[in-house]
């Protein structure tokens, strides 16, 4: 049987060495298959070896497929994982209603998509500055400026294939083996592994609901350490929608001032998304910040940019050059089609002029819905959000309940799985963002969508609580 498959795997205590040394020819429990179905295993204990062997004769290979220990301590993302179990969903024909990723359902503006399409067209298709391209630069440093009140130079800047690569060369950049870094949470869910990936510690510092997911300057001041290395603040918050105000950040500074290692990296991504009375506050544009924040941006959510794939770092050029480093042997940099359309964004006016101020006034109306909708729940928690566009609600309080043809509903992510099982609904349990008290709603759909969604979402939760208003 040339084509038959036998599997099982193999435990070597010891590092293999597939140099001169030969592996045992015996291996108990080995994996015996042809050679040309190798690719449909990835094994990642701490160290195994595959026995292959093709049955039509070829010679015996023996493969090490043990993986890093670096890779094996990130976690996979729960949000990508919920997106792709509702996508596939979807595609069998089921109707779910998506809410679980971090995605604006807008269209990339038009002034910005035409001149991605000009680029093109000019051929304008080529490598650029690893650091992305001197007019890009320069207009970043003009809106840092003028909307944020900071001051940098084009070599102080970095720019990326997205805020996510320029959050993880920052990390890989300023933090050493053992070093730690400081997350209040709930957090947005890769800040830890970007830690985990930098061999650095995690730190999670908890928050309140009741305090609006805003992080306590005496929780952070009693947690901080000669290994506290970085300290990530986002506001406007992905996953609680806060926004962290003035005054609190003038605190967190003033006891950021009393540790020379620690530096802060605020994750900016979500700036143009903030509903008044709030208003965003830069963290590099308070007294003595500058020298030791890294400042995040992209232009993914304010200007429905996800696909166009870019991001930047701004920051004291020691730092920013040690990313640019990085970048250089790792992706290079960004896509010139994609700077060009960048360009555009940011030509579009103060804050993204009025085609953001038009999306943001839509997420707004979504948000007060969904406020009201999920008000009314007896129970259930929420602190409003006052920017980006997501709604972290604590349902707690139907943990523990027995759904039929279910089970009981344990956790956050029990509670995520039944919702799209029984009402179709792709939510984002609140454990992968540190909280499992609550779960994630996404309001980057139509409010045709959002009304769907909540009245599949009460019918669900009122099978698991019978006579509870909903």
Same mark, same amino acid.
């Given at each position: 049987?040339?084509?038959?498959?036998?599997?099982?795997?193999?435990?070597?205590?010891?590092?293999?060495?597939? #140099? $001169?040394?030969?592996?045992?020819?015996?291996?108990?429990?080995?994996?015996?298959?042809?050679?040309?179905?190798?690719?449909?295993?990835?094994?990642?204990?701490?160290?195994?070896?595959?026995?292959?062997?093709?049955?039509? #004769?070829?010679?015996?290979?023996?493969?090490?497929?043990?993986?890093?220990?670096?890779?094996?301590?990130?976690?996979?993302?729960?949000?990508?994982?919920?997106?792709?179990?509702?996508?596939?969903?979807?595609?069998?024909?089921?109707?779910? =209603?998506?809410?679980?990723?971090?995605?604006?359902?807008?269209?990339?503006?038009?002034?910005?998509?035409?001149?991605?399409?000009?680029?093109?067209?000019?051929?304008?298709?080529?490598?650029?500055?690893?650091?992305?391209?001197?007019?890009?630069?320069?207009?970043?440093?003009?809106?840092?400026?003028?909307?944020?009140?900071?001051?940098?130079?084009?070599?102080?800047?970095?720019?990326?294939?997205?805020?996510?690569?320029?959050?993880?060369?920052?990390?890989?950049?300023?933090?050493?083996?053992?070093?730690?870094?400081? =997350?209040?949470?709930?957090?947005?869910?890769?800040?830890?592994?970007?830690?985990?990936?930098?061999?650095?510690?995690?730190?999670?510092?908890?928050?309140?609901?009741?305090?609006?997911?805003?992080?306590?300057?005496?929780?952070?001041?009693?947690?901080?350490?000669?290994?506290?290395?970085?300290? =990530?603040?986002?506001?406007?918050?992905?996953?609680?929608?806060?926004?962290?105000?003035k005054n609190l950040l003038d605190e967190i500074a003033?006891?950021?001032?009393?540790?020379?290692?620690?530096?802060?990296?605020?994750?900016?991504?979500?700036? $143009?998304?903030?509903?008044?009375?709030?208003?965003?506050?830069?963290?590099?544009?308070?007294?003595?910040?500058?020298?030791?924040?890294?400042?995040?941006?992209?232009?993914?959510?304010?200007?429905?940019?996800?696909?166009?794939?870019? #991001?930047?770092?701004?920051?004291?050029?020691?730092?920013?050059?040690?990313?640019?480093k990085i970048q250089s042997q790792f992706t290079s940099?960004?896509?010139?089609?994609?700077?060009?359309?960048?360009?555009?964004?940011?030509?579009?006016?103060?804050?993204?002029?009025?085609?953001?101020?038009?999306?943001?006034?839509?997420?707004? @109306?979504?948000?007060?819905?969904?406020?009201?909708?999920?008000?009314?729940? @007896?129970?259930?928690?929420?602190? @409003?959000?006052? #920017?980006?566009?997501?709604?972290?609600?604590?349902?707690?309080?139907?943990?523990?309940?027995?759904?039929?043809?279910?089970?009981? =509903? @344990?956790?956050?992510?029990?509670?995520?799985?039944?919702?799209?099982?029984?009402?179709?609904?792709?939510?984002?349990?609140?454990?992968?963002?540190?909280?499992?008290?609550?779960?994630?709603?996404?309001?980057?759909?139509?409010?045709?969508?959002?009304?769907?969604?909540?009245?599949?979402?009460?019918?669900?939760?009122?099978?698991?609580?019978?006579?509870?208003?909903?």
């Amino acid at each position: 049987m040339a084509n038959s498959l036998h599997s099982s795997t193999s435990f070597i205590s010891n590092p293999v060495n597939f #140099g $001169h040394s030969k592996i045992p020819a015996q291996i108990p429990g080995s994996v015996s298959f042809p050679s040309r179905y190798l690719h449909n295993f990835n094994l990642n204990n701490d160290r195994r070896v595959l026995r292959v062997m093709a049955c039509s #004769g070829v010679e015996e290979v023996q493969v090490d497929v043990s993986l890093s220990p670096r890779v094996n301590a990130v976690k996979p993302s729960k949000t990508v994982a919920i997106t792709d179990q509702a996508t596939a969903l979807a595609q069998a024909g089921v109707s779910v =209603i998506r809410l679980a990723a971090g995605e604006p359902d807008f269209d990339t503006p038009v002034l910005i998509a035409e001149a991605g399409i000009n680029a093109i067209r000019e051929g304008f298709t080529r490598y650029t500055p690893n650091a992305g391209t001197l007019e890009l630069r320069s207009a970043i440093c003009h809106k840092l400026k003028e909307e944020n009140g900071l001051s940098y130079t084009p070599d102080q800047i970095l720019v990326s294939n997205g805020a996510k690569q320029s959050i993880l060369q920052a990390v890989l950049a300023v933090c050493s083996p053992g070093d730690e870094v400081i =997350i209040p949470a709930p957090f947005w869910v890769s800040y830890p592994e970007m830690a985990r990936i930098a061999d650095a510690t995690p730190v999670i510092l908890p928050t309140r609901i009741s305090e609006n997911f805003l992080l306590d300057p005496k929780v952070l001041e009693s947690k901080l350490t000669e290994k506290s290395r970085l300290l =990530i603040l986002c506001s406007p918050s992905n996953p609680t929608g806060s926004v962290y105000p003035k005054n609190l950040l003038d605190e967190i500074a003033r006891i950021v001032a009393k540790h020379p290692r620690l530096l802060v990296l605020s994750d900016e991504i979500y700036e $143009h998304i903030i509903y008044a009375p709030a208003t965003h506050t830069s963290f590099a544009s308070l007294p003595g910040m500058w020298e030791r924040t890294l400042t995040v941006n992209g232009f993914s959510k304010a200007f429905a940019m996800t696909g166009w794939r870019l #991001g930047y770092i701004a920051g004291p050029k020691h730092f920013v050059a040690a990313c640019n480093k990085i970048q250089s042997q790792f992706t290079s940099g960004a896509s010139s089609i994609s700077q060009k359309a960048g360009v555009a964004a940011l030509g579009l006016g103060y804050a993204g002029g009025e085609v953001v101020s038009k999306m943001v006034k839509a997420f707004r @109306e979504r948000r007060d819905f969904l406020v009201k909708s999920f008000g009314e729940l @007896e129970g259930v928690k929420m602190s @409003e959000p006052q #920017g980006a566009f997501y709604l972290f609600i604590d349902f707690s309080t139907y943990y523990g309940s027995e759904a039929e043809g279910f089970g009981k =509903i @344990e956790n956050s992510e029990s509670l995520c799985r039944y919702l799209l099982d029984k009402a179709q609904v792709a939510l984002v349990p609140g454990d992968a963002f540190g909280d499992d008290t609550c779960i994630r709603i996404s309001y980057a759909a139509s409010l045709t969508t959002l009304q769907a969604a909540v009245e599949r979402i009460k019918k669900g939760l009122l099978t698991l609580r019978p006579g509870v208003p909903v």
